[in-house]
């Protein structure tokens, strides 16, 4: 990697998306989390950058287990007190915002710049690079749901997702100095058009379906570079000067096409180009692979000759008939393999699952077990099996004695009234 600087500009090593702690298929991702971020020092040590962004969700919890913070502490530790390069940390939708603000004003002292919470009041943090004349000012802006910003910000209604941001921007843009460079960094959705489905990954969809909210690119043109967090697939919104970093690894099989990698932004320092971009890929221990193809030829003595076997798998089969517990077979060459699936499966009408559901609605059990082997691509075991109908019987009782509680309690109340 060339990475030429002129003695005036301000190279940003733009991030985000970590999700420490992360469970893929309740397989812990600790292991390749900590590679991925030997990784990134790696690439910081040779970019040298001004400073580093990390665009929320550094945590995949609001309460990260012990492993993620050390893991974090770890990285965060060799940024700033060995490599001395300033690291500005926001809050995303999956981190614990407040808890990211404990302790901020002394870290800062040392160049860590945590802004969890979005405080309405907040200044920029200005960092001067090497040779710079003036410093650029970072505007930062957390995480946020329209019903949070009403409270914070005590506007007289509850804006919509564009409203809000609109709000936002208004209220920076007059306190921006217009002769220094301004980069906005924040941890939402934004976007240059209404968004399709090629437009969000699964990291999206689960959080927004219920009506999608975004905020439109447009509202951030006073800004030299926004530096977002929240969509896992690198990618520029409208134009290199509005941009998302993406995840730190693959947290989908939506995201096998995906290249994972952090932004080099070097900024101009007269303000009239755009920013130049350089995307840095970051290493994988393991890669997240999709493979499709019958049971035997998936399993057969030529698999096991592939390389990176120990991927993190889907496997999808094309068998016509259903093979007895397949997902045993698939482990004994692809030791990671985490999800299977029948491809004739994922082409049944909607309408037929539907009919199914509503068949049973009044047997949980049963869709229970279809459920369990249309995820797991296997019956339900025997034993889970008991366990689970124990548990439905229980909660049957316990419904049929609340409800039995509540007609004795009519019945009385009308004798009551008599």
């Known amino acids: 990697m060339g990475f030429s600087l002129s003695e005036d500009e301000m190279k940003i090593l733009h991030t985000g998306d970590w999700h420490i702690g992360r469970v893929l298929d309740q397989h812990p991702l600790i292991d390749d989390q900590r590679y991925a971020l030997q990784g990134f020092l790696t690439i910081v040590h040779e970019v040298k950058p001004d400073v580093i962004l990390i665009a929320g969700d550094l ?50 002292r040392k160049g860590l710049y945590f802004r969890g919470a979005y405080d309405p009041e907040a200044g920029p943090i200005e960092i001067t690079g090497q040779g710079d004349s003036v410093p650029t000012a970072f505007w930062a802006v957390p995480f946020i749901k329209p019903v949070e910003y009403h409270t914070a910000a005590e506007t007289e ?15 920076i843009r007059p306190k921006m100095n217009l002769d220094q460079p301004n980069v906005l960094i924040s941890h939402g959705l934004i976007l240059s058009a209404p968004p399709t489905a090629d437009t969000l990954d699964d990291s999206v969809r689960p959080i927004e379906i219920g009506g999608i909210a975004y905020a439109s690119s447009h509202l ?48 101009d320092p007269n303000r009239q180009a755009l920013p130049e971009i350089e995307l840095v890929p970051i290493p994988a221990k393991r890669d997240l692979r999709i493979i499709s193809g019958p049971f035997d030829d998936l399993t057969g003595l030529a698999a096991y000759t592939q390389e990176n076997r120990d991927d993190y798998i889907k496997a999808v089969l094309t068998d016509k008939i259903r093979v007895t517990n397949p997902m045993d ?40 077990s279809d459920f369990y082997e249309t995820i797991r ?27 039995h509680a509540a007609e004795a309690a009519e019945e009385g109340a009308s004798h009551a009234s008599h």
């Open 377 to 403: 691509g296997e019956v339900l075991p025997e034993e889970e099996a008991a366990l689970a109908k124990s548990l439905f019987e229980a909660a049957h009782a316990e419904s049929g004695e609340t409800q």
């Open 329 to 368: 077979g698939l482990r004994e060459v692809y030791p990671n393999v985490l999800e299977m699936t029948y491809a004739h499966s994922q082409t049944v009408d909607g309408t037929d699952k539907q009919r199914r559901i509503k068949e049973h609605l009044n047997d949980p059990m049963t869709l229970f």
């Open 157 to 171: 209604s509850i804006p919509d997702y564009n409203g809000m941001y609109a709000d936002i921007v208004a209220h």
């Open 59 to 108: 945590y995949d919890r609001a309460i990260p287990p012990r492993e993620a913070l050390e893991l974090v502490d770890e990285t965060l530790t060799h940024l700033i007190l060995d490599d001395h390069i300033p690291v500005i940390v926001i809050g995303g939708n999956h981190d614990g915002r407040s808890r990211l603000d404990y302790g901020s004003a002394i870290l800062a």
């Open 220 to 267: 951030f043109s006073d800004f030299d570079y926004v530096a977002l967090g929240h969509l896992h697939r690198p990618q520029k919104v409208g134009s290199n000067r509005i941009r998302y970093a993406g995840s730190l690894l693959k947290y989908s099989f939506s995201e096998v096409n995906q290249k994972k990698s952090a932004a080099v932004v070097t900024l």
